[in-house]
């Protein structure tokens, strides 16, 4: 996959023109809110709402960030792994509402929307109990995204209410990680399931 494909930038949730331009107008809510992503009021009240899709929370969280409004909420709502392969780009995200992307270096997508399934909920739950360990031991990245992972290297994001956190480093070394390789573990818990119960698109 590239990292130059709309679908890569959609995963990180901190793009709202990308989810928009999927959207007719007149926007129709929750994207109505975020089209206008100045109305401070109603963009806290859409990153609260907890029956809304986590990647819509985390775009109002972003457009309140923007805005120089930071929450002091550390609620983890994505995860995102990228493992830079000599053939491409390997990309799986998950989310706290319980869905799932899966972006194969050769193009092919998978996209998981069952969050309550009974066999996927549990590996992305235990995902998320690791990831939001790290979180708990390290800051946000408070500078623009970084591009996709250089061949040869492998980084883990973590999408929280208050910012984006992440670890980067050498495909090997991340996954021997003390405190990453728990999360990382169960990331490919989740890919395993995805590309087994799913064939990508």
Known sequence: MSATSPLYALLFCDEPQLYLANQQAPYSFPYNILANGRDSVQLRSLAADTSQESRIRLLAFHQLGQT?????????????????????????????D???????????????????????RPIIDQLFTESARVVAQIGPWNQPRRPAPAPGMARISFLVADGLYFGEAPLNNLFN????????????????????????E
């Open 177 to 200: 990680d003390p405190l990453a390789a728990p999360a990382l573990q169960a990331a490919t818990a989740l890919m395993q399931f995805l590309t087994t119960i799913q064939p990508a």
């Open 98 to 120: 319980g869905t799932a992307r899966f972006l194969h270096h050769t193009g092919r997508v998978i996209i998981w929307e069952n969050g309550t399934d009974s066999r996927s």
């Open 68 to 96: 120089g409004q930071i929450t002091e909420r550390k609620e983890l709502l994505g995860v995102v792994v990228e493992v830079a392969l000599s053939e491409g780009l390997d990309v799986l995200a998950a989310y706290a």
